[in-house]
């Protein structure tokens, strides 16, 4: 098992780049299944999700080939002898349930594994199951399978409204529409820069797709798409990761520079919280440059679908007002139990009171060094966070839940001048006889 071992009163300073777009990658991915032959996506980010998910599209028969240097992905997809993804590789990913679209899509006939939880309770695919019902596959649940047919191998256009919004749900049933027989709206469609990107794909692929980054997306079928090259889009997420970081860990006025994002995928949103809490941001075409500020301002917050706050990003924001002039609330409006990392914050000196979905922090918290547990992706970057702002040292362990998200984290925050380093260590071993590590 690998830890983080994080020296607190860390000072960001200098430059971090943003990697591809995670949850644009595997979207990305999956299309190309519906292309027939050889399609290279660039920007692809060296994660453990992306090798996982290039196993699941595999294991159809599809061949994939990752070059984490270049950050391609090359997918010959002109074979599909399986149309299945199996629970053994399902379970470690739920974004494998995209598989369920693109070999409708492509093959008509499609059975995948129901993904298991996560860490934060269950995270239902009823809107994907009624969606491609509505598109005329006939689907049944068995044995903790979904096994969907398209009658005649091929769906049908329909009309789906989505309740409540759902980023996987419009992906997926984008990429069964794509070749369906007719026309499909998806109503209250996500509108989030994955979903744009990943529609921009598919009509890049020849797919007719009008309506991308409204709640209303509007799919004429074609029987085939064609294979295609594409380029990722950053990953906003990291990019709002790392503006929070600036905003605690930067010296006061001085510049931390985030290359190769692109801040108009933020949300406004998170823009003018960010701006509240009184960070000077410059958002520049190659560059954003942060400043912390003196004092950093309590902003209370509330999640929403894009482009409202992102759920990702607020167990983050969370951590940034532990050190905020005044208390805060933090309200998760997408996912009512997102908070996990809270009980180990709290073992970092975090006060903080938990009410339904909602979390009161209290502000200029003097956080100490402890060892945490990693629970999910989102949470343990708030943990590392809040080990570069906490006083001594901080070992966040079972870090393979960070490797899934974030590409070379400890490189990229120790370039900048934090002291980070990962270290192997056994779950087992009592911590206090733990040998000093290297
Ligand atoms: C995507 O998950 C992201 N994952 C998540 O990021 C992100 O938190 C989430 O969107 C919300 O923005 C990927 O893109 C791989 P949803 P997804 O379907 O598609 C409910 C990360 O950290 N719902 O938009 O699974 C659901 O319970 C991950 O990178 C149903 O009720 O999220 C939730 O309340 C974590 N029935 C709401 O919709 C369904 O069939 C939004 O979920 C599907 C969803």
């Given at each position: 098992m690998e830890k983080l071992v994080v020296q607190g009163s860390q000072h960001l300073s200098g430059t971090l780049s943003i990697s591809g777009s995670k949850n644009t990658a595997l979207p990305l991915m999956a299309a190309?299944?519906?292309?027939?032959d050889v399609s290279t996506l660039s920007g692809?980010?060296?994660?453990k999700d992306v090798r996982t998910f290039a196993r699941v599209i595999g294991y159809t028969g599809v061949d994939v080939s990752l070059n984490p240097d270049l950050g391609t992905a090359t997918i010959d997809a002109s074979e599909v002898t399986n149309p299945e993804a199996p629970y053994e590789l399902v379970k470690r990913m739920?974004?494998?349930?995209y598989m369920m679209g693109a070999l409708l899509g492509r093959c008509g006939h499609a059975r995948v594994s129901l993904p298991g939880g996560c860490a934060w309770g269950p995270r239902p695919v009823n809107l994907h199951i009624d969606g491609f019902r509505a598109l005329g596959a006939e689907v049944e649940l068995d044995k903790g399978y979904v096994t969907a047919t398209a009658p005649g191998g091929r769906l049908r256009g329909g009309r789906f409204k989505l309740t409540p919004s759902s980023v996987g749900a419009t992906i997926n049933l984008m990429l069964g529409a794509s070749t369906a027989n007719g026309t499909s709206i998806i109503e209250n469609a996500a509108r989030e820069p994955d979903v744009v990107v990943f529609g921009e794909y598919l009509q890049a692929m020849g797919a007719h797709i009008d309506g991308l980054g409204t709640s209303e997306v509007v799919i004429e079928g074609i029987p085939a798409l064609h294979a295609a090259d594409f380029a990722n889009c950053p990953d906003r997420i990291e990019l709002g990761t790392f503006m929070i970081a600036a905003a605690l860990c930067?010296?006061?006025g001085e510049p931390v520079t985030l290359v190769?994002?692109?801040?108009?995928?933020?949300?406004?949103a998170f823009i003018e919280a960010f701006a509240a809490t009184g960070a000077e941001t410059e958002y520049g075409t190659d560059a954003i440059v942060v400043r912390a500020p003196a004092e950093i301002q309590p902003v209370s917050v509330e999640t929403a679908i894009y482009p409202g706050f992102p759920t990702d990003l607020q167990a983050q924001w969370t951590v940034l007002m532990t050190q905020a002039a005044g208390n805060s609330k933090i309200t998760d409006a997408v996912y009512?139990?997102?908070?996990?990392h809270i009980p180990e914050l709290r073992r970092m000196g975090l006060n903080a009171i938990v009410v339904d979905n909602e979390v009161v922090v209290e502000g200029k918290t003097r956080l100490s060094g402890a060892y945490v547990m990693s629970t999910d992706l989102r949470a343990s970057v708030s943990l590392v966070l809040a080990g570069m702002v906490a006083e001594g040292e901080t070992h966040v362990q079972r870090v393979y839940h960070l490797d899934r998200g974030y590409e070379d984290l400890e490189g990229k925050l120790a370039a900048a001048g934090v002291e980070v380093k990962r270290v192997s260590y056994d779950e087992f071993a009592d911590p206090e006889h733990e040998p000093a590590h290297a």
């Open positions: 190309a299944i519906l292309g027939g692809i980010p060296n994660l739920r974004a494998s349930f930067g010296t006061p190769g994002g692109d801040h108009t995928q933020l949300g406004d009512t139990d997102r908070f996990k």
